[in-house]
């Protein structure tokens, strides 16, 4: 199993239209900065990839957390894909 897009920086927004970065770092560290946000915060942040084309929105940052926090391996590339894609 593979961690790539976990090791990928990303930056986490304050809403899906990219008006206000919340944080920067690879997408596991995102994920970290999204975890410790304010309930309210969290329900509006999205997480964009830098330089790969995924962005998680709201729902996704929540179920990317959820998996992270219960996966002691991490996730591969295509659970990474499948939950970017999960949601549309």
Excluded at 1 to 20: K, N, Q, R, V, W
Excluded at 30 to 58: F, N
């Amino acid at each position: 199993m593979t961690t790539y897009p976990l090791s990928e920086p990303a930056t986490i927004y304050g809403d899906e239209g990219g008006a206000e970065v919340l944080g920067k770092g690879t997408l596991a560290e995102c994920a970290d900065i999204v975890r410790g946000l304010s309930d309210e915060a969290r329900s509006s942040a999205a997480i964009k990839m830098d330089d790969l084309p995924l962005t998680y929105g709201p729902a996704e940052v929540s179920e990317l957390v959820h998996f992270l926090r219960n996966e002691d391996e991490g996730l591969s590339d295509r659970d990474i894909a499948d939950i970017a894609g999960s949601i549309e």
